[in-house]
């Protein structure tokens, strides 16, 4: 009798659980919230020497800018290079960036992008155009880039340039 009263409960066990499986909400995707910082890299040209000006100034294609971010104590708590592309531009994902306090570690305070190489042996004296040299600021311009289960915030930093390394003089004219 036992067996039979049990042979009954059995199946309806299975029910009620496939029951309350069925009921439960869906399992929404988790949101993927990246940082980025973008900008692009120039090679100022000699006309500019000496000044913060990009006229006559042509992108480098495959120059390396870095992104160092320090926590709130002045440790180092990200470091990434990143190369241009055709255009001299860089879209520098900060893959394993992470706050460990939201204000005093925001990127904005504590990220900066500086120059590292560039390719082109004519054009490849590191600059202080933007502060390239010792790690020019970001700068939220509010844009985002917003997908059903991904967003990415995105920084600028920059124009960063190099400059050749050899300039002819200037002929000045004297009165």
């Known amino acids: 009798m036992a067996s039979a009263h049990?042979?009954?409960i059995i199946p309806l066990l299975f029910l009620a659980i496939h029951t309350i499986a069925a009921h439960e909400p869906p399992k929404t995707a988790e949101k993927t919230v990246d940082v980025v910082v973008e900008g692009v890299v120039y090679c100022q040209s000699c006309n500019s020497y000496g000044s913060w000006s990009l006229t006559g100034a042509?992108?480098?294609e495959s120059a390396t800018v870095s992104?160092?971010?320090?926590?709130h104590r002045n440790r180092v708590s990200f470091y990434k290079a990143f190369a241009t592309d055709g255009n001299g531009y860089f879209y520098a994902k900060l893959k394993g960036f992470r706050m460990s306090h939201y204000f005093l570690d925001h990127p904005l305070q504590a990220?900066?992008?500086k120059?590292?190489?560039s390719p082109m042996e004519a054009c490849n004296v590191l600059s202080n155009v933007n502060y390239?040299?010792?790690?020019a600021p970001l700068r939220y311009e509010e844009k985002r880039?917003?997908?059903?289960?991904?967003e990415a915030v995105v920084y600028a930093a920059g124009p960063l340039a190099f400059r050749p390394a050899h300039c002819a003089s200037k002929a000045y004219d004297q009165p």
């Not at 390239?132 to 790690?135: D, E, H, N, S, V």
């Open 6 to 8: 049990l042979i009954t």
């Open 58 to 60: 042509k992108p480098i």
């Open 67 to 71: 992104v160092i971010c320090k926590d």
């Open 111 to 113: 990220c900066r992008v």
């Open 115 to 117: 120059l590292v190489e």
């Open 132 to 135: 390239g040299l010792y790690g």
């Open 145 to 150: 880039l917003v997908g059903s289960n991904y």
